[in-house]
C-alpha cells in the first residue's frame, strides 16, 4: 500500500537522518529499490519524472504496477510514489493516477505565480491525503527535459512558500543533476541554514544527491534536509554492471542473452547502490 511521504519524513526530521528518493525507470528499476528498501527495513521514495512515466506508458500503469509489486513482493516498509519536477498538468494527472505524493516545480515561474499554483495544489493534495513538495530557486544542469541553471533559494521566497502548508520544499543551494563537474564549488550551508532558520520543522529536499561528498550530505541532513534524490548514481551503477556482463561475454554463453539473466547485474547493482545510500542517509532500519 501507497503511503503520502508525510509522516516518514516528520519522523526523518525528529530523528536526524534523510529517506531517500529513489527514481525508477522500468519494472527491474522499481523492484530493485523496493527489495533494497525492504531488506534494509528503511522508508523509500520512489520518484517518477514526466519523461519516465512516459516512458513507462504513463502514469497509472506506473502506478498500478508499483502498487502490484509492493503486494507481490510482500513489501512492509512505507513506499511513497512521488511525481518528481511535475508541472502544474503533470500534477493532476498523477494525483488521478494514484500517485501518493508529487512535486510541483513552479521555480520556473515568477514568485507570485509559483505561490498561487502551489496554495491550489496544497488544497487539493490535502483533500486527498497526498504530499506535496514545492521548489523555489533552481537545481543546477538537466535531468529528463528539465533544465535549471542553479540559482540559490531566496529564503524569504522559501517562507512564503512554505507558510502555504507544503509537506516538504526543495530550496536551491548549488546542487545539480547529474554528474559534478570538476570546478563545482559545494553546496551553501549558508542559504539551506537561512533557509531552515524560517522554515522550522518543515522537512528540506536536496536534489541532485549523486556526487556529493558523504561529509557534506551529513551537514545538509544535520540542517534539515530531510529528503535526499538520487537518479544518476542507480543509473551509472546499472550501466557499468551490465558493460561488464556483456563485455565479459557472458551474453553470448547459454541463454546469457535472456533478459533476465542480461538485466539482472544491473538490477543486483541497483540494489547494492540503494542500500549503500539508505546507510549513509542513516534511515536503516527507520521502518521497524
Not at 527514481?23 to 525492504?38: G, K, Q, Y
Not at 527495513?41 to 500503469?61: C, D, N, Q, R, Y
Not at 544542469?141 to 542553479?150: A, H
Request: proline share 3%; hydrophobic share 40%.
Amino acid at each position: 500500500m501507497l503511503v503520502s511521504a508525510k509522516e516518514m519524513l516528520e519522523k526523518a526530521v525528529e530523528g536526524h537522518y534523510a529517506v531517500g528518493q529513489f527514481n525508477i525507470n522500468n519494472l527491474e528499476w522499481t523492484r530493485s529499490a523496493l527489495l533494497a528498501a525492504e531488506e534494509a527495513k528503511s522508508p523509500i521514495i520512489l520518484g517518477v519524472s514526466e519523461g519516465a512515466g512516459k516512458w513507462m506508458t504513463g502514469f497509472k500503469t506506473v502506478s498500478a504496477m508499483v502498487q502490484a509489486m509492493i503486494e507481490e513482493l510482500n513489501i512492509t516498509v512505507p513506499v511513497a510514489l512521488h511525481l518528481d519536477h511535475g508541472t502544474y498538468e503533470g500534477c493532476y494527472k498523477c494525483i488521478e493516477a494514484g500517485f501518493s505524493s508529487i512535486m510541483f516545480d513552479g521555480s520556473h515561474y515568477p514568485i507570485e505565480e509559483n505561490i498561487e499554483k502551489t496554495r491550489e495544489l496544497v488544497k487539493v493534495c490535502n483533500e486527498k491525503g497526498i504530499s506535496l513538495e514545492a521548489e523555489v530557486g533552481s537545481i543546477g544542469g538537466e535531468e529528463d527535459g528539465v533544465v535549471g541553471m542553479g540559482e540559490c533559494a531566496d529564503p524569504k521566497e522559501c517562507k512564503m512558500i512554505a507558510d502555504l502548508g507544503v509537506t516538504m520544499l526543495a530550496a536551491g543551494i548549488g546542487n545539480i543533476h547529474g554528474k559534478y563537474p570538476a570546478n563545482w564549488q559545494g553546496l551553501s550551508f549558508e542559504t539551506l541554514d537561512a533557509v531552515q532558520q524560517l522554515t522550522g520543522k518543515l522537512p528540506l529536499v536536496l536534489h541532485g544527491g549523486t556526487g556529493i561528498p558523504d561529509d557534506m550530505i551529513k551537514k545538509a541532513i544535520s540542517l534539515g534536509v530531510a529528503k535526499i534524490n538520487v537518479n544518476t548514481e542507480c543509473q551509472l551503477s546499472f550501466a557499468e554492471a551490465t558493460r561488464k556482463y556483456i563485455e565479459a561475454g557472458k551474453d553470448l554463453e547459454g541463454k546469457g542473452y535472456d533478459p533476465r539473466k542480461l538485466l539482472k547485474p544491473g538490477a543486483d547493482a541497483i540494489i547494492e547502490t540503494v542500500k549503500e545510500k539508505m546507510e549513509l542517509f542513516g534511515s536503516v532500519g527507520k521502518a521497524e
